[in-house]
């Protein structure tokens, strides 16, 4: 089992900056992709960035540009760097992690930004 939990997340106006870290803990061998997922009230969850053990990337395109996705293999961490964040940003952030195809998700965490 994999657990994931998810630090970072708060209140932050818009324009500002927040980073998010997702520590894997447990039987973290093998962990594939890994990323992030949001989710806003009355909508569907969204993928928002992942990155692959390799270190290849991938982001919507609505934060390309403001929004960065790094991992610390050594440390089974992902991290998401936001900037410039606009209220529509506003949602709870999930972790997410691959191994043997199986998705591994962490509890999630609150991202608000205000005008």
């Known amino acids: 089992q994999v657990q994931l939990v998810e630090s970072g997340g708060g209140l932050v106006q818009a324009g500002g900056s927040l980073r998010l870290s997702c520590a894997a803990s447990?039987?973290?061998?093998?962990?594939?992709?890994m990323g992030w997922y949001r989710q806003a009230p009355g909508k569907q969850r969204e993928l928002v960035a992942r990155?692959?053990?390799?270190?290849?990337?991938n982001y919507l395109d609505f934060v390309k540009g403001r929004f960065t996705i790094s991992r610390d293999n050594a440390k089974n961490t992902v991290y998401l760097q936001m900037n410039n964040l606009k209220p529509e940003d506003t949602a709870v952030y999930y972790c997410?992690?691959?191994?043997?195809?199986?998705?591994?998700w962490g509890q999630g965490t609150q991202v608000t930004v205000s005008l």
């Open positions: 997410l992690c691959k191994r043997w195809g199986i998705d591994h």
């Open positions: 447990g039987d973290t061998s093998s962990i594939g992709t």
């Open positions: 990155i692959t053990s390799g270190g290849s990337t």
